[in-house]
């Protein structure tokens, strides 16, 4: 019997560490640890619609800032293109309910320059995104929409040719997602 409640846990773990993965490899959720690099997407859970609204009197730009932190969880020193992972993410903006989907990948020109950042074990390193209320997705039913924010990084979109050869060891892809509930006041 105890062979079998281990084995059904054994099971439980398994199931639950692969449904965070999506059929592409990548990882969606608001915090992962891929290569030894822990991602985390920190943020509001609730934001009143006046404060996402930029046409309002109320809009607070500050309380529609979402932050991913990247925390070296290995043992050495990770070497990453950090300037050109926080610059060129790219925003998603789902609606759970439709599927109706907005990606927002406006990101400033390329710096070009083959920055890269030394992160010791232990140490982290943030940056900030600013959520941009998709009114064209997201529907007000009784005064509440729900809505899925996520931050976007493809191994690909790095500018290869910007970095000298093995100038970094970290440079991988995620997204990572936070469900957003607007209220009325």
């Keep these: 019997m105890r062979d079998y409640l281990a084995a ?3 099971f439980c773990l398994v199931v639950n560490a692969c449904s965070d993965l999506e059929p592409t490899g990548r ?16 943020g509001p859970g609730v934001l009143p619609l006046s ?6 009197p109320a809009y607070d730009g500050p309380r529609n800032f ?22 060129n993410i790219v925003l998603v903006y789902r609606n759970p ?11 400033p020109p ?32 009784e005064g509440k929409a729900a809505l899925q924010f996520c931050v976007k990084w493809e191994d690909s979109w790095l500018r290869s040719t910007a970095y000298s ?12 997602c936070r469900e957003i509930q607007i209220v009325e006041e």
């Design 110 to 141: 390329p710096k070009l320059d083959g920055a890269v950042e030394k992160l010791g074990p232990g140490a982290t390193m943030e940056f900030q995104v600013v959520f941009a209320f998709p009114d064209t997705i997201a529907v007000l039913e």
């Design 66 to 87: 979402f932050t991913v932190s990247m925390k070296n969880e290995s043992g050495h020193v990770k070497t990453l293109p950090f300037d050109e992972l926080s610059r």
């Design 8 to 10: 059904c846990v054994l």
């Design 165 to 176: 050869p093995e100038s970094f060891d970290w440079n991988e892809s995620f997204e990572l």
């Design 51 to 56: 404060v996402v609204l930029r046409d309002s």
């Design 97 to 107: 309910a439709t599927g109706d989907e907005i990606i927002d990948n406006k990101t």
């Design 27 to 42: 990882h969606s959720m608001s915090e992962v640890v891929i290569n030894g690099i822990q991602l985390s997407l920190a």
